[in-house]
């Protein structure tokens, strides 16, 4: 059954509230729509986790960063509800941009110090204000108790699990595992401006991140092990990679061996579409 569609923030309140008055459980997956078999997974978690569901599509402007990215991200919202159809969620959210930035909107939610000094925060200025600025409004207006993120987007997960702890918003933050092609790429909707070629090169960075957290794994220091990964990209056609790192899981600081709960995140650039991706570490003992 097609969900809802509802633009307007007032007409999801009525919603919320009967569902609050008959004691029922709200989850909300936050999206940008081009949905994939990633947001799909998000779904089926937040279908078992609570009574109610509520998917949001929003592509946000302030986390943009650089305007052709927001003028070319795709648009598909036919599509989206078409694919959320066997889901049955009980509510899509699109707002129209005035319930989420009225007119004369001045605020900005700023998550800061070590989990956004790093990483995609120096390479994308603005972008994590912008996301936990709408993210904080999305937990507000739908007074979700669950939320669910992709794991794909790490420091995304980290940068709105502490926005919400820091703000007392009563929600809960939920993970959810990385979705790949066969080829090991993860899905994202930017892919979709990938060509059959780029797509094939494109899984080269997913190999290449195996590869250097094997070496990591087995005791190599993570200096050689980004240099050849880094080698490796080049060689295999991709341009400038922003980073490539191996960072502690919680604190994100960069570390030299894995001897903690750690990650591999990357970023890299092939032709004009930008990927980033991240994998678990094991850790070694030193
Ligand atoms: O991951 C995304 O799609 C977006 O950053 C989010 C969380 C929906 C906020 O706009």
Redesign the pocket.
């Given at each position: 059954m097609t969900a809802p569609i509802l633009r307007r923030l007032d007409g999801l309140r009525t919603r919320t509230a009967a569902w609050r008055r008959a004691g029922e459980t709200i989850a909300v997956v936050?999206?940008?729509g081009a949905l994939h078999a990633g947001h799909l997974s998000l779904v089926e978690a937040a279908k078992a986790a609570c009574d109610r569901v509520i998917v949001?599509i929003?592509?946000?402007p302030k986390?943009f960063n650089n305007a052709e990215d927001l003028a070319n991200y795709p648009r598909t919202e036919h599509e989206d509800a078409a694919k959320l159809a066997p889901y049955g969620v009980d509510a899509i959210y699109v707002p129209d941009p005035d319930q989420i930035y009225p007119d004369g909107f001045a605020s900005t939610v700023a998550v800061t110090g070590s989990i956004t000094d790093v990483m995609e925060g120096p390479f994308r200025p603005g972008h994590f204000e912008?996301?936990a600025t709408?993210?904080a409004k999305?937990f507000l207006q739908t007074s979700a108790d669950k939320a669910f993120?992709?794991q794909k987007?790490y420091q995304?997960l980290m940068v709105?699990t502490r926005m919400a702890r820091d703000l007392d918003i009563p929600i809960e933050v939920v993970g959810c595992p990385t979705v790949r092609e066969a080829s090991g790429l993860a899905m994202s909707?930017r892919n979709l401006r990938l060509s059959e070629a780029a797509l094939t090169q494109a899984a080269v960075l997913y190999a290449t991140m195996q590869t250097a957290a094997t070496g990591a794994a087995q005791g190599e220091p993570w200096s050689a092990l980004e240099a050849e990964a880094r080698r490796a990209l080049a060689a295999a056609g991709f341009g400038e990679v922003e980073y490539f790192d191996l960072r502690c899981a919680e604190s994100l600081k960069a570390l030299d061996y894995p001897d903690r709960p750690a990650r591999l995140l990357a970023a890299a650039w092939l032709g004009d579409i930008r990927l980033i991706d991240n994998i678990e570490v094991a850790q070694v003992q030193r």
């Amino acid at each position: 059954m097609t969900a809802p569609i509802l633009r307007r923030l007032d007409g999801l309140r009525t919603r919320t509230a009967a569902w609050r008055r008959a004691g029922e459980t709200i989850a909300v997956v936050p999206t940008m729509g081009a949905l994939h078999a990633g947001h799909l997974s998000l779904v089926e978690a937040a279908k078992a986790a609570c009574d109610r569901v509520i998917v949001t599509i929003f592509v946000n402007p302030k986390q943009f960063n650089n305007a052709e990215d927001l003028a070319n991200y795709p648009r598909t919202e036919h599509e989206d509800a078409a694919k959320l159809a066997p889901y049955g969620v009980d509510a899509i959210y699109v707002p129209d941009p005035d319930q989420i930035y009225p007119d004369g909107f001045a605020s900005t939610v700023a998550v800061t110090g070590s989990i956004t000094d790093v990483m995609e925060g120096p390479f994308r200025p603005g972008h994590f204000e912008g996301v936990a600025t709408v993210v904080a409004k999305l937990f507000l207006q739908t007074s979700a108790d669950k939320a669910f993120f992709g794991q794909k987007d790490y420091q995304q997960l980290m940068v709105v699990t502490r926005m919400a702890r820091d703000l007392d918003i009563p929600i809960e933050v939920v993970g959810c595992p990385t979705v790949r092609e066969a080829s090991g790429l993860a899905m994202s909707s930017r892919n979709l401006r990938l060509s059959e070629a780029a797509l094939t090169q494109a899984a080269v960075l997913y190999a290449t991140m195996q590869t250097a957290a094997t070496g990591a794994a087995q005791g190599e220091p993570w200096s050689a092990l980004e240099a050849e990964a880094r080698r490796a990209l080049a060689a295999a056609g991709f341009g400038e990679v922003e980073y490539f790192d191996l960072r502690c899981a919680e604190s994100l600081k960069a570390l030299d061996y894995p001897d903690r709960p750690a990650r591999l995140l990357a970023a890299a650039w092939l032709g004009d579409i930008r990927l980033i991706d991240n994998i678990e570490v094991a850790q070694v003992q030193r």
